[in-house]
């Protein structure tokens, strides 16, 4: 079957760094999301990997090892704003549809 | 990035009754879009995909006559909720792809309240 597992929940300190993570089993693979939603919003993207390595945005980078199906996403100098539910997505096939993680629902502490 | 407006962000309705829900793509071809389902502090679950032109393609367990979707064109796609009822409460959420994009355009979200 097709499974991608992440921590349920984390919490980090504000200003700190907090890396999530993600391990996925597909049929395929077309690429990995990361998307950040707070609540009662629509995700919004935050990242995209297909190879393997880590991608670097700003404050956030995500990292990709196909070979292992696991992918991170590093968060860094958090901020209270950061608290939110972040998505791991898998596509596994040539349309984009996505298969959806659960869900980190990360939570900052002054 | 590409916009994905989606209309209206919340209804309440009276059961029985049908509510539409409309997602456009405002400046780029949809050829894709998704419609996904939302229960409170639950993942995302795709209930269809929507291809410009065809059929719809639900997922298992969805009830496509209960949930209906059109995408009549390449900017529109819209889900209908028949004969609604207080289970059907849940926030409801569209994506749109256009050729050769890596990323999932989101809209809004729309938060369905049944009564």
């Known amino acids: 079957g097709q499974n991608i597992d992440q921590p349920t929940e984390m919490t980090a300190t504000e200003g700190a760094i907090v890396q999530i993570n993600c391990t996925y089993q597909?049929?395929?693979?077309?690429?990995l999301f990361w998307y950040q939603q707070h609540a009662g919003e629509a995700p919004t993207f935050l990242s995209y990997?297909?190879l393997d390595g880590l991608e670097e945005k700003g404050r956030f980078s995500s990292f990709l090892s196909r070979s292992k199906g696991y992918s991170y996403l590093l968060l860094k100098e958090l901020q209270m704003k950061d608290s939110a539910s972040y998505l791991c997505?898998?596509?596994?096939?040539?349309?984009?549809?996505?298969?959806w993680g659960a869900g980190t629902k990360l939570i900052i502490k002054p | 990035g590409a916009v994905v407006s989606q209309h209206p962000s919340w209804v309440i309705c009276k059961s029985g009754t049908s509510v539409k829900i409309e997602c456009r793509s405002l400046?780029?071809?949809?050829?894709?879009m998704f419609w996904y389902r939302q229960f409170p502090k639950q993942s995302l679950m795709l209930m269809a995909t929507?291809?410009?032109?065809?059929?719809?393609?639900?997922e298992q367990g969805v009830e496509k006559d209960k949930f209906l979707i059109n995408h009549a064109s390449l900017t529109l796609s819209t889900l209908t909720v028949t004969s609604a009822h207080p289970e059907d409460s849940s926030f409801y959420i569209c994506?749109?792809?256009?050729?050769?994009?890596?990323?999932?355009?989101f809209g809004q979200g729309t938060r369905l309240t049944v009564v």
């Open positions: 597909t049929s395929g693979f077309n690429g």
């Open positions: 929507s291809n410009e032109g065809s059929k719809a393609t639900y």
């Open positions: 994506s749109a792809e256009g050729t050769g994009n890596t990323e999932a355009f």
């Open positions: 997505a898998v596509s596994s096939e040539g349309n984009y549809q996505l298969i």
């Open positions: 990997n297909v």
């Open positions: 400046d780029f071809q949809a050829t894709t």
